[in-house]
């Protein structure tokens, strides 16, 4: 069921009590199958680093262009990350022209999309990436540009015309619970409905949380990933808040992550301005406990090697993408040092450490090798390395024994545990 171009005067509620008239028929339990992001996606989006900069005249490098996409395709392709894992080239808000075409359908910016979307995508393509785009469920975008409310069909039409693979649906602009929902589930089968297999990167429950708890079972049901905390900005108090939000929340939200379905705490600001090189590699860890999407959001002509190296890190990429698709969680707090682990394929756990102190210099904590990943991780024994923030081998541990580590102020340690049966452990 389509809705018309001359309909789009209508508002929200009104467009929405029209459709209420016709048996359109949202599936209900019907889950999000179209087989995509079995592990978490990685990806660069622009939003963070350059958000809504128009202005081409004054800023022709940093201003949303399909000049700015193909150069970090070019460097997803040149500079290993698309070999590191990071395959998804997304576009966020500011990318249209303040009007849909005389069909209905939205259009790029012309003076900055010159060759327009379709054109992008086969680039993207044509360099073995894929193109991710935004859009928004409400009436407009969150920075005023046309909603897709009342055009989900066209727009889902429009998108996999252009050889999109990934949207993110953002929730500026509606104005109630039920649209919202609606509209968010809507999307989900018109997506499918076009047959072209594309992402569906939600923010469905970061809008509902103001008003009602979001029931994540239902969200898993219609998206591959979802926003449920405030957006990330480039400094340690936003990595910090969201951590803490996660913490706090994950009794609701850790179990509901896996193959297909993913807890978003938005993109990576590695390699910008904000963080420490400490706190970089805090949230490099965290995200990959956290089974997150890995977006970066950064400037790929210009960053560190450092973080280059921090954010194509084979092995913690690893823990990201671990195929168990479990996400980790808090499994403790003590004065200021937190404790986190993950389980992994293969029996074995991911465990990070992190030092919330912001005074003094780096400090011990003694881990008790039995309190690990709820006491098997390391029965009878294993094997343990440090990832981070350097790679070390750590060697074998009993079950009984205690390790002992140093993390710097807001910084984190990220270990790997492999366990060993005492037949592997004598024979090595
Ligand atoms: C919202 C989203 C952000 C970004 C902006 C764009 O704030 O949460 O991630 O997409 O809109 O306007």
């Not at 399909?66 to 080239?89: H, P």
């Not at 194509?312 to 698709?325: F, M, R, W």
């Not at 993950?342 to 003694?366: D, F, K, M």
Request: charged content about 20%; aromatic content about 10%; proline content about 5%.
């Amino acid at each position: 069921m389509q809705l018309r171009s001359t309909e789009r005067q209508l508002d929200c509620a009104l467009a929405l009590c029209f459709l209420a008239l016709i048996p359109w028929g949202i599936p209900r339990a019907r889950a999000l199958d179209n087989g995509l992001a079995m592990t978490p996606t990685m990806g660069w989006l622009h939003w963070e680093r350059f958000m809504c900069n128009l202005d081409c005249q004054e800023e022709p490098d940093s201003c949303i262009s399909e000049q700015l996409f193909m150069q970090m395709a070019e460097l997803m392709v040149s500079d290993g990350w698309k070999d590191a894992g990071y395959e998804y080239l997304c576009i966020d808000d500011c990318w249209m022209a303040p009007q849909r075409d005389s069909k209905g359908r939205l259009q790029a910016d012309p003076q900055r999309f010159p060759g327009g979307i379709h054109r992008l995508a086969n680039y993207v393509h044509s360099k073995g990436l894929k193109l991710g785009i935004y859009a928004d469920v409400g009436n407009k975008t969150c920075a005023g540009f046309p909603g897709s409310f009342g055009y989900y069909d066209i727009d889902a039409q429009t998108f996999a015309d252009w050889g999109v693979d990934l949207l993110k649906f953002d929730g500026c602009y509606c104005d109630s619970l039920q649209h919202l929902a609606d509209g968010y589930k809507y999307m989900s089968s018109a997506l499918n409905k076009t047959g072209r297999r594309i992402v569906y990167s939600c923010e469905w429950p970061l809008y509902m949380w103001p008003l009602e708890k979001p029931n994540y079972e239902e969200i898993r049901q219609y998206c591959n990933h979802w926003r449920s905390f405030a957006d990330i900005s480039d400094s340690w108090q936003s990595v910090k808040s969201i951590l803490d939000w996660t913490s706090s929340h994950q009794e609701r939200i850790v179990h509901v992550a896996g193959p297909g379905g993913w807890n978003d705490p938005d993109m990576l600001v590695i390699g910008n301005f904000g963080l420490s090189w400490d706190q970089q590699v805090t949230q490099m860890a965290l995200w990959a406990i956290m089974a997150a999407p890995l977006f970066m959001s950064n400037d790929l002509r210009n960053i560190s090697p450092q973080a280059k190296a921090l954010l194509q890190h084979k092995d913690v990429i690893a823990i990201n993408q671990d195929p168990l698709g479990k996400q980790g969680y808090q499994l403790r707090k003590v004065s200021n040092l937190e404790l986190w682990e993950r389980p992994l394929a293969g029996l074995a756990w991911a465990i990070a450490v992190i030092n919330w102190q912001e005074i003094g210099g780096p400090r011990s904590y003694t881990i008790s090798i039995v309190s690990l990943g709820r006491g098997v991780a390391c029965n009878p024994a294993c094997h343990i390395t440090q990832l981070l923030p350097v790679k070390r081998e750590l060697g074998f541990y009993e079950w009984t024994s205690e390790l002992k580590i140093r993390i710097n102020p807001t910084g984190t340690v990220l270990l790997r545990i492999e366990k060993k049966s005492h037949t592997s452990e004598t024979l090595l």
